[in-house]
């Protein structure tokens, strides 16, 4: 069995003063968050103070590469199958996104994974991941 992965489409963003770098970056096909000046952790999702130690924070780029944490795939949900994972980025955080351009029957927890960006309506360039 297959299921192979079928573009869909995606509902616009909001862009609002707190997360505006973010959405530029990623329109330029970068992936940022924020890292803490005063311990320099890196975190996610990007917010102005650490949830570490609530010191300023301060946009930083990511890598881009990780591996798959955990992984589902819906295929009854909708008409189209989607599969949804999380990432542990090389970074050291964890995110919540979607698995795109793949067979779904082919993922597997552990495996390496990159970042790719997919258009929401209005223009917003969304980060995703495929298999690298």
């Not at 890196?42 to 944490?69: K, N, Q």
């Not at 495996?111 to 495929?130: D, H, I, L, S, W």
């Amino acid at each position: 069995m297959t299921t192979p992965y079928t573009e869909r489409p995606l509902a616009p963003v909001t862009v609002d003063a707190a997360t505006e770098h973010f959405w530029t970056q990623a329109k330029e096909g970068l992936l940022c968050t924020r890292r803490c000046t005063s311990c320099g952790e890196v975190h996610w999702y990007p917010r102005a103070l650490c949830p570490f130690c609530m010191g300023d924070t301060e946009w930083c780029s990511l890598s881009g590469l990780g591996t798959i944490y955990s992984v589902s795939v819906t295929r009854r949900a909708g008409p189209i199958a989607y599969a949804i994972a999380y990432v542990a980025l090389d970074e050291g955080i964890t995110l919540l996104t979607n698995i795109v351009d793949c067979d779904f029957d082919d993922l597997k927890i552990g495996q390496r994974v990159e970042v790719t960006f997919k258009p929401a309506e209005g223009g917003a360039m969304v980060p995703m991941f495929k298999p690298a």
